[in-house]
């Protein structure tokens, strides 16, 4: 570095060296601080040491950059004569706080030292300013401060030392008294971390900068970095401040306020202020904070408000945190603390919100004009975690939640309070009853959709993202939490355990399936709301987007939700769940794949035709003039049979045959690796007939709508093609069976014949798969298992571990993994369109409702993503981000 | 096509258009026929009729090319002056004989119809050169050829229809009864066809040309293509030739000649011929024909030779054919016809042949001087189909094989005969008193491996080219057929069935794991040999070669094998067969995957720490001085537990603990796609322990080895990668342990530390992955697997109906798909490189073995293919190919 470069930038009464535009230099606080300073909003002068001073240091052994001393000896001199008061000096000291701030804000790095710069002089001097005990009070702050975050002594053992020294209410009953008292306490701390706390202010300064700039290679904060994406070479910056004093008397104290309420995003001041207090003290309890305003929340009932004891403050205030709010175009988060009646500003930065809230406050900003543009207002709803709360019930922000039970994965988002079940049969009862249930088992299957369709909502002890209980419950909008390895279910039917917490059939427990825990007991849960406001961002929104999309729904109701979300048409309908809807199905394809005869089958087909024609009829009509993309039967037949004997007993009555002979069938249907298995197109080839069914029934059931006078999509979609011979030969026959069925009825209707890329092999011979394909829907679930050689189902008896290893930086089943499956899918587009230049293409996996991964759709040049449909309203603001995110970067 | 464009070619006479560098436009029998023409040599005179007019045939609905009817009739002319008679001429009638002729020999296409050019005239003429049985045998023969390859009547009717034609031994009586009787079977044919045989010889000639052109795309010969990558715009030519006589006396007849014996290379005139005959009798059976030469194989005893009743037409026979194989290069198949002690040649082609012959005929022809280089000597040798025969016992090559009792593929090379057997036990003791026998089952596994060792042969109902049986089979060299569909194994061990056919305990039977075929009875078997002539011809290959050729060998016998079969290192060494080695192993293993504590768990680590310890040094010893490959555990750790009751009960004796906790354990560890699931380096990351034990048992063994003063070159292998991270991870357990190890034993051993690239997110990262490598060896097997999202073991499901259909051109686990993996491969070497350009890369996969994929590492830049002990030879011939082709064609 050279030594020319600016290391040290000051700030306050006035002036600033650096700006808000200086987030990479100074970090988003101190580039705050510094804009808040040249605002003329009352600072604490002080001065920020930069990212660059930081990566030297962290370059050279923890040695701070040759020189910088004497420029922070400079700055200090600055901050001195605008405080006038002086660093060291016993007649009028002058204290600092050391803040980390890197660029964006990460938890896991040093957080802050205050009162930096007493020595038994100073603290003398401090006392003259108030009284001992606020000499005390600053010192002892101080040392806990330093010792906890600078040294690393341990915090329960800190917590103990910290109490052995003031457990007496008088803190020594006088000056020495006091001294003696703290100076035992930094002994203590001494002997416990075997470093000194240093007893100048300059050492002690110095000491705080370096452990600044090391917090920044935490093993938390490297972890936190890979899985967020930040680089490492960002480094974090310093800031030294004068010290102001919440602590010094009846008319000081110390309060957070924000510009609206970050619960429900009603405007005005919000926030919490308590008297005689510094630093953390409003949010570490042990003292009840009074509301910043009169006629604030019931909760705050007791505690007096700023407004009531300070008004002149609070006036002030209002309008400093309306002006940021204003200046900075978002909701602010601000820290303050008034000294004897002067108001200081110590902070800003923009707030974290609700669902509900940042809904309102991206629409009352814009309206307010704080926000001058759409794009700005949409950027302001995190399109995940924000929408989701909206659309799902959520426990009640703010509300006590009691220690977890058991956490799991966050399978499908929304919260749910019931009575525990473990058995399907038993939560479809008690619903009927009007009970609230929670399904809790080991993991779900076919058998329990009517018990999952009953229940409140869902916990499994095993399974992923990905599992039938996931992709299940978030079809039916039902919230769960799967994967809770913890939950042991209890033989008999008696409940479940977790450790040695038995719960019992019919307990209550709540689960939240947007962050995935489950709790004892029932908590508050607001329901879900597809608010006014929600429909008009959206539709902001749609503005703003390039991408299509579609929804993945197997029902009509699926269809109807989607549809009122905005989807624009279905990307992906999975026919087999329409083969398990009821009994009478099931059987009929079982027998369909027990035959023995051409005839046999022949009989089943020809009962599954009509039931089959009336599903696409359905859900073609629901989505009138939209495309309607079905995807030929997928899974592997062994899927429909049952597995054991009293399954096996069953069938053999329904189908009049020995239940031996259809345990031998299973049997040798059996697969080691079903999913690499015989499934997909693999079975629409070497049993033609299934899918000559269900091509026939999607083509007759569009021919009846159009007779309707009805504008059916039909989009009929191949799974699992390898090789583009696949792709062609069923095409072909396809092809063949519409043309005779069009000269059968002398009638006609558009058709598109697609298929699935989601094998590795299929990506890279887009180019010749492509010359047989009307569109490609990536499927992008078993594109990752394939690529990472990965089972979905098997998965999460080590990608959690991985993933707290930061192997991985993100679950790829739930988040894009862009190095290896991007990468396939940008190879399959650029070679599908040099084939076939106008090829439809999207995706239809489990990212298709993630939006980092919506922004590698938009990107890359997709025409559209399909989702679940409780995702299509999040997606279309992902997709209007992506489109303006990279408009604005000019990607 | 250009007017003026060449399209019929003369030859006959001394003289010709074309030559033998002419087999694009004149296909190979074309060309063959001008090249001996050329060389003065006897050849009936005709013309070729060029590719391109068919090409231009088939792109124009069938319609011959515009102007080429005038351009064959001048052909024609020109043939009547060489021969003195007239096409057509009753006087003196010309035939011709039509026969399709691609650029290589290709079987789907039309043959041959003789004897083109009769109708009622010339009929009589004919009779005239001989008598009216003459004319009446060559009408019926053209009657019959034409009604069969060109007009396509039913090959059963048309032999009762000739039947009957020609039940009269007498001919009809005389000319006009023989005239009738075969107007009749004209008839007869017509009404069986819907077409009449033209009655006019220009017709007949045409009729035949265009069918030659029409038979290239029949569907057997598209099939054809597909699987041998024959383009389908190289067309056919057409090669009509004027007819001479075998079948006009008993001084006339026909026959096939080798210049050298294609069964065991013997030098010398070797063939058959039939007196008073024509065509396809010498090969159609009814009449045994004699040998060419005196003294000849006690076979032909009984019939006259060529040698014996027209000694001169045998002189002139072996000088024309040692011309032939001189000029040709290669071993000559000669078709030839005496008209009236008159010799004419009528096609030669190199010959095909057995391995034996192969490697003695190769060498003999360098030797003779016939072959100008050893590259192409070694270029007439298979690299697997010939090397396999002389490597592995084979049935007696041309003994008499009793029809298929079964087929399914080719597993494990050799043949075998022995009694059959269905239990492991069983086939261990009959061994052991002497019997030989086969094991037939459903499928095999770890518990049958005792009995496969014992047998000479194994046979299974399911399973691929990569199940258990097939890997382990070809691992012991045992002949193996594996995926025999019929097979169906008879409960209550009475033995199998096939069909209707029981086969019982005891019962011979004989199969040839070459070709994946069963025969009932005990066929004789050649036994296999390494013979000095084989050797020769690999030393030769190996100065020819760039690829290095390494062996996938698990034990010590493997390894000493491997080495005397020219491997150089073992580039794959399977741990985990090691721990299935014996019950004491097995049982160790069980209790390390059970252990519930660390202390249970670092006890079967100690336990089997030495015998990996031992396992390691004696196959470093064995391969002393050559790079040793170890993979760390691969499968999942279930796959080491017992799956049913009994096996809990054992182990629960063994390990002390309830079997329903075994099984429980089991049942939790289960997966749904094991392939994708907890194996590989995710186990080594989450039970480090276990690769830490085989990590250091690799570097103690090395070292102890060292101590010897051997020298060791141990390379640790990591499987199963998908993110850089994890060989990150592992590789710095392993550099740890190594550094203390060393610093412990004040000695050190060089070590590589290297990956499998054998999922396709890890080739796409190969540049990360490469930073931590030393080595990359491609796992094809299962990168074939992940790319095309199917698995080997279920494959057997469908893939063979997908060849049949030609879906597929090969079966991607025996032939590396070039497409697909090809691209992955492709891609990762590239990438590696570019991060570390000394990057050593070899494939271990079972595609290590297969000459065309060896061609495809060659062209890639691979350093080495490592494959199955036995397959070393092949691999080193192909991989000297390889390195000969790519030099000749600059690739």
Same mark, same amino acid.
């Given at each position: 570095m050279s030594s020319t470069t600016q290391r040290v930038f000051q700030f306050g009464a006035g002036r600033a060296d650096g700006g808000a535009d200086m987030r990479d230099q100074l970090g988003g606080k101190g580039a705050n601080l510094a804009e808040m300073a040249r605002m003329k909003i009352a600072v604490p002068p002080g001065f920020t040491v930069s990212t660059e001073a930081c990566l030297h240091t962290l370059a050279n052994k923890g040695r701070l950059p040759e020189g910088i001393e004497s420029e922070i000896e400079r700055a200090v001199e600055q901050v001195e004569q605008l405080v006038g008061a002086r660093f060291g000096d016993p007649a009028s000291p002058l204290l600092f706080s050391v803040r980390s701030g890197a660029r964006v804000s990460m938890p896991g790095m040093m957080d802050t030292v205050l009162d930096i710069g007493i020595d038994e002089a100073t603290f003398e001097g401090l006392a003259r300013k108030a009284d001992y005990r606020f000499a005390f009070d600053c010192y002892r702050r101080f040392l806990q401060m330093y010792a906890d975050v600078v040294l690393g002594v341990d915090k329960a053992l800190l917590d103990r030392l910290v109490e052995r020294a003031t457990d007496d209410a008088d803190c020594g009953g006088n000056l020495n008294g006091a001294w003696r008292k703290l100076s035992e306490l930094a002994d203590a701390i001494r002997?416990? /971390?075997?470093?000194?706390?240093?007893?100048?202010? !300059?050492? =002690?300064?110095?000491?705080?900068?370096?452990?600044?700039?090391?917090?920044?290679?935490?093993?938390?904060?490297?972890?936190?970095?890979?899985?967020?994406?930040?680089a490492d070479n960002w480094g974090t910056a310093a800031n030294v401040m004068s010290m102001v004093y919440g602590n010094i008397g009846p008319d000081s104290g110390t309060g957070v306020a924000f510009s609206r309420s970050p619960a429900d995003g009603q405007p005005g001041l919000y926030g919490e202020f308590l008297f005689n207090a510094q630093g953390e003290d409003v949010v570490a309890g042990g003292r009840t904070p009074g509301p910043i305003s009169e006629g604030a929340d019931a909760a705050f009932a007791g505690a007096p408000s700023l407004e009531s004891r300070l008004p002149e403050v609070h006036v002030e205030l209002c309008a400093i945190v309306q002006r940021l709010e204003?200046?900075?175009?978002?909701? =602010?988060?601000?820290?303050?603390?008034?000294? !004897?009646?002067?108001?200081?500003?110590? =902070?800003?930065?923009?707030?974290?919100?609700?669902?509900?809230?940042?809904?309102?406050?991206?629409? #009352?900003?814009? #309206?307010?004009?704080?926000?001058?543009?759409?794009?700005?207002?949409?950027?302001?709803v995190d399109a995940r975690m924000h929408v989701e709360q909206v659309l799902h019930a959520e426990i009640v922000p703010g509300c006590e939640r009691p220690p977890v039970l058991a956490t799991g994965l966050a399978a499908s988002p929304g919260a749910a309070a019931g009575c525990v079940v473990t058995d399907a049969d038993e939560a479809e009862q008690r619903a009927a009853k009007g009970e609230a249930v929670v399904l809790v088992r080991r993991e779900t299957s076919a058998d329990d959709v009517h018990g999952m369709h009953a229940a409140k909502g869902i916990l499994t002890a095993t399974g992923g993202l990905t599992s039938h209980a996931a992709v299940v419950a978030r079809g039916m909008g039902v919230p769960c939490v799967t994967g809770a390895g913890a939950v042991e279910i209890a033989e008999g039917g008696s409940g479940f355990r977790v450790g040695n917490r038995a719960v019992a059939i019919g307990e209550w427990i709540t689960i939240d399936g947007t962050v995935g825990a489950a709790y004892l007991g029932r908590l508050p849960v607001v329901p879900a709301d597809l608010s006014p406001a929600l429909g008009r961002l959206l539709a902001m929104a749609d503005g703003h987007r390039r991408l299509g999309v579609l929804a993945n729904a197997d029902t009509v109701e699926d269809a109807r939700r989607a549809r009122s979300f905005g989807a624009e048409g279905i990307?992906?309908?999975?026919?087999?769940?329409?083969?398990?809807?009821?009994d009478e199905r099931l059987v009929t394809v079982r027998a369909l794949i027990l035959a023995d005869t051409d005839a046999e089958r022949d009989a089943a087909l020809a009962r599954l035709l009509p039931l089959q024609r009336a599903d696409f009829e359905a859900l073609m009509r629901e989505m009138d003039g939209l495309p309607v993309t079905i995807r030929l039967l997928d899974p592997p037949l062994h899927e429909f049979l049952p597995d054991e004997a009293e399954g096996f007993a069953a069938l053999s009555t329904h189908l009049g045959r020995p239940p031996d002979s259809i345990a031998e069938a299973v049997a040798r249907m059996r697969e080691r690796n079903p999913m690499l298995g015989f499934r997909g197109c693999r079975v629409g080839i070497v049993h033609e007939a299934i899918y000559r069914m269900q091509? =026939?029934?999607?083509?007759?059931? /569009?021919?009846?709508?159009?007779?309707?006078?009805?504008?059916?999509?039909?989009?009929?979609?191949?799974?699992?093609?390898?090789?583009?011979?696949?792709?062609?030969?069923?095409?072909?026959?396809i092809d063949e069976a519409a043309t005779s069925l069009f000269n059968q009825h002398r009638a006609r209707v558009d058709y598109k014949v697609g298929t699935m890329i989601e094998l590795p092999r299929a990506a890279l011979a887009a180019d010749e798969i492509a010359a047989h394909a009307d569109f490609f829907s990536f499927g992008t679930n078993d594109l990752t298992q394939t690529t990472f050689g990965l089972s979905r189902d098997d998965a999460e008896r080590f990608l959690p571990q991985y993933e707290s290893m930061h192997l991985v930086a993100h679950n790829p089943f739930a988040t894009l993994d862009e190095k290896g499956v991007g990468e396939l899918i940008t190879i399959a587009i650029e070679r599908g369109r040099a084939t076939k230049p106008g090829l439809t293409m999207g995706i239809c996996g489990e990212h298709g409702g993630d939006p980092r991964s919506i922004a590698f759709c938009d990107r890359t040049g997709l025409d559209y993503v399909s989702c679940s449909p409780y995702r299509v309203p999040g997606a279309r603001l992902a997709a209007a981000q992506a489109g303006a995110s990279s408009t604005r970067k000019g990607v």
């Open positions: 002997d416990a /971390s075997g470093q000194a706390v240093p007893t100048h202010g !300059r050492e =002690q300064l110095l000491g705080a900068l370096r452990a600044v700039f090391a917090s920044w290679n935490t093993p938390r904060a490297i972890a936190y970095r890979r899985i967020h994406g930040i204003r200046h900075f175009g978002d909701v =602010q988060d601000v820290e303050f603390t008034v000294e !004897r009646g002067r108001l200081w500003i110590l =902070q800003t930065r923009n707030a974290k919100r609700a669902g509900r809230a940042a809904v309102r406050i991206a629409l #009352d900003l814009l #309206d307010d004009g704080v926000i001058p543009n759409e794009a700005g207002a949409l950027a302001l990307g992906l309908c999975r026919t087999e769940h329409m083969f398990f809807g009821t091509a =026939q029934a999607i083509l007759e059931a /569009s021919l009846a709508l159009r007779a309707e006078g009805l504008d059916p999509h039909p989009e009929i979609m191949v799974p699992l093609v390898a090789v583009p011979e696949e792709l062609a030969h069923v095409r072909a026959y």
